[in-house]
C-alpha cells in the first residue's frame, strides 16, 4: 500500500510537472498595473498540489515549480515576479489543508491588511470577494460541491493576498481597485470551475493509474505463486 502511495504521488507530480511547463507558456489574461505581466493556465493547476501531495508537500512542489519556471522560461527575478509566486502557494495551502480556522484567518487578514492601506480604506468594496474563501471553510464537508467551494476558495485567497501585496508595492488609485471589481468576477469565476476540472481530470487520470498498478502486481503475484509451485516439482524431477 505504502509503495502504491508513493507511485500515485510519484505520477501526479509528473503530471504537475508537465501541467505547469503548458500553462505557464499560455497566457490567460493581463495582469492590470504591470507591463508584460499576464496570468496563466497554471492558475487552474497549481493549487491542486496541496490535495494530492499533503499541505506541506503541496507547497513545496508549488514553489519549486514557481522557481523552475525562472529558469525555464528565462524569467527576470525582479521583486513584482517574486511577489506572484506568493499567491499560489497560499492558494495550494487552502485547497490541501482541512483546518478551517487556519485557513479561512488567510482572506480575513488580507482584508483588514488591504483597508488599512490609505488606498485600499477607499476601495473597500474590493476585498469582498475575500468573504467568498471564508463562507467556504463554513460550509460542511460533505456538501456535495466541496470541491468546487475548494476550488473558488483556493483562486481568491490567491487573489487576497496577491492583491495585498500589490497594493502595497505598485502604485495604484482607489478609483482603478475599483474599476477591477466586474474583471475579477469574470476572471475569478473562470479560474475557479478551471482549478475544479482540473482536479477532477488530475483524480481520474491518477485512478486509471492505480488500477493498472493494481494489475501488475497481481500478474507479479500470481508469477511469484507459480514459480513457488514449480519449484518443488523440478527438485524432484532430478
Not at 4 to 20: D, E, H, N, Q
Not at 114 to 141: C, D, E, K
Amino acid at each position: 500500500m505504502m509503495k502504491k502511495t508513493r507511485l500515485l504521488k510519484g505520477a501526479f507530480l509528473i503530471m504537475f510537472s508537465l501541467m505547469v511547463l503548458a500553462g505557464k507558456n499560455i497566457n490567460f489574461s493581463k495582469v492590470v498595473g504591470a507591463d508584460n505581466q499576464f496570468f496563466t493556465l497554471y492558475q487552474f493547476a497549481g493549487p491542486i498540489a496541496g490535495s494530492f501531495l499533503g499541505t506541506t508537500f503541496g507547497v513545496i512542489s508549488v514553489l519549486g515549480a514557481e522557481l523552475a519556471s525562472f529558469l525555464l522560461l528565462g524569467k527576470e527575478l525582479t521583486i513584482i515576479n517574486l511577489l506572484r509566486i506568493t499567491p499560489m502557494l497560499f492558494a495550494a495551502y487552502y485547497f490541501g489543508n482541512k483546518d478551517r480556522l487556519k485557513t479561512a484567518l488567510i482572506p480575513a487578514a488580507c482584508m483588514i491588511a488591504f483597508i488599512a492601506h490609505s488606498v485600499g480604506r477607499q476601495a473597500w468594496p474590493f476585498t469582498l470577494y475575500w468573504l467568498i474563501p471564508i463562507i467556504g471553510r463554513i460550509m460542511p464537508n460533505n456538501n456535495r460541491f466541496r470541491i468546487i467551494l475548494q476550488s473558488f476558495g483556493a483562486t481568491f485567497t490567491a487573489h487576497a493576498v496577491g492583491s495585498t501585496l500589490w497594493l502595497y508595492t505598485v502604485p495604484m488609485t482607489s478609483a482603478e481597485w475599483l474599476a477591477l471589481i466586474p474583471v475579477v468576477a469574470l476572471e475569478r469565476f473562470i479560474f475557479g470551475f478551471g482549478i475544479a476540472g482540473t482536479f477532477y481530470l488530475t483524480r481520474y487520470v491518477l485512478k486509471k493509474v492505480a488500477q493498472k498498478i493494481s494489475m501488475a502486481e497481481q500478474v507479479l503475484n500470481t508469477n511469484t505463486i507459480l514459480e513457488a509451485q514449480a519449484e518443488p516439482v523440478a527438485v524432484k524431477a532430478k
